[in-house]
């Protein structure tokens, strides 16, 4: 069982969960040590990271759509609320603006907005296939609420919240000869790896949204080794461990 399916299947803070993180550490502790024996420590470099983070949800926490005043699951053409704290509806046609004023202010933890006025800080809204309304709801204190109908079963653990929520961000480790030693970095978001990836394997990345100088401080320069550059061209691979469902802050 990967970190991620002992997360959602007995949650983050369940003997499973952690029982999985000590075996990833145990794993990655073999692969520095294999990497160490093959002499690869010169031209190989190591990245740890992950896709999310992790959090509890706490079933008296959740919003019930099916109990707001106004609302009817029969002015829908298509609803997705039981995956998460986040939501899609598709109203049918004529009702997009009704289901939005009953819904918008609803519930003091839940956000409903149309899809052309979606924060922008999601990087989610602008593909055609995005439903006209799109819900989210805040994280609590300690819990994250999550909403559902009332018919639907409860998941009790969710990886889909806020990505300002601290327990939902991912954590960032590198070590090899293209990286600065003992280096501790600012907070930044995963768009900017592949940047950083296609640096280090010497390829021209694809259109994407990150860049390569939020990550670029973090490099050694060719001076840093002692040469004119070209220790870079050896630097034949990049290996990358993905402990899914890992939280815990961007930083090396």
């Given at each position: 069982m990967k970190p991620n399916s002992s997360g959602h299947?007995?949650?983050?803070?369940?003997?499973?969960?952690?029982?999985m993180i000590k075996q990833v550490d145990r794993t990655v502790g073999y692969l520095r040590q294999r990497i160490r024996e093959?002499?690869?420590?010169?031209?190989?470099?190591?990245?740890?990271?992950?896709?999310?983070?992790?959090?509890?949800?706490?079933?008296?926490?959740?919003?019930?759509?099916?109990?707001?005043?106004?609302?009817?699951?029969?002015?829908?053409?298509?609803?997705?609320?039981?995956y998460g704290p986040n939501g899609l509806l598709v109203p049918k046609e004529g009702k997009l603006e009704h289901v939005y004023s009953v819904?918008?202010?609803?519930?003091?933890?839940?956000?409903?907005?149309?899809?052309?006025?979606?924060?922008?800080?999601?990087?989610?809204?602008?593909?055609?296939?995005?439903?006209?309304?799109?819900?989210?709801?805040?994280?609590?204190p300690q819990h994250p609420p999550s909403f559902r109908p009332l018919c639907q079963l409860v998941s009790l653990h969710t990886d889909r919240n806020s990505s300002s929520a601290m327990n939902m961000k991912t954590i960032f480790r590198a070590v090899g000869p293209a990286f600065k030693k003992e280096l501790v970095v600012e907070?930044?978001?995963?768009?900017?790896?592949?940047?950083?990836?296609?640096?280090?394997l010497g390829i021209t990345p694809e259109p994407h949204d990150g860049s390569l100088e939020v990550t670029k401080p973090m490099l050694r320069e060719s001076d840093d080794t002692g040469n004119n550059g070209e220790q870079?061209?050896?630097?034949?691979?990049v290996g990358m461990v993905v402990g899914s469902g890992s939280g815990g802050g961007h930083q090396r």
């Open positions: 299947k007995f949650g983050p803070e369940s003997t499973q969960r952690k029982d093959s002499g690869l420590e010169s031209n190989l470099n190591l990245i740890i990271t992950s896709d999310h983070g992790m959090e509890t949800v706490i079933k008296e926490d959740e919003i019930h759509i099916g109990n707001m005043t106004n609302f009817t699951f029969k002015d829908l053409d298509f609803e997705l609320l039981d819904l918008k202010n609803a519930h003091p933890k839940l956000h409903v907005y149309k899809k052309e006025e979606f924060p922008k800080r999601f990087h989610y809204a602008n593909h055609s296939r995005i439903t006209p309304l799109l819900l989210y709801s805040d994280p609590a907070p930044f978001e995963s768009v900017n790896v592949y940047a950083l990836l296609c640096e280090l870079r061209e050896r630097w034949w691979a």
